[in-house]
């Protein structure tokens, strides 16, 4: 079993920033991706952005490029998403999720994620 816990979300003004964590644990991978995605409200999950096990490769979506970035911490399971320059189309509930395998490029698609946390919302006021 494992379980993803995201924390940092909240309300905050337009142009401002918040960090998102995730938290990984029980059954661990050798090597596996961790994304974020998002679903706004009356709208599908869409994907954020991705990072590969060894932190080396990174994916964004083309709406949150320069503006957002992912990273991780191997030793503790975490993932962080910073999140600059928000704008109310930002306002989402936002998951971490993990794919489990292998792949140099991190995958981009929700259906190749197999674990997820609950979610964290995220609203950006205008």
């Known amino acids: 079993q494992v379980q993803l816990v995201e924390s940092g979300g909240g309300l905050v003004q337009a142009g401002g920033s918040l960090r998102l964590s995730c938290a990984a644990s029980?059954?661990?991978?050798?090597?596996?991706?961790m994304g974020w995605f998002r679903q706004a409200p009356g709208k599908e999950r869409e994907f954020v952005a991705a990072i590969s096990w060894s932190g080396i490769s990174t994916r964004y979506a083309e709406s949150v490029k320069g503006r957002f970035i992912i990273s991780r911490d191997n030793a503790k399971n975490t993932v962080n998403l910073q999140m600059n320059s928000l704008k109310p189309e930002d306002t989402a509930v936002y998951y971490c999720a993990i794919d489990p395998d292998v792949y140099y490029n991190p995958r981009v698609a929700e259906k190749e994620y197999d674990y997820w946390g609950q979610g964290t919302q995220v609203t950006v006021s205008s």
């Open positions: 029980g059954r661990t991978f050798s090597r596996y991706t």
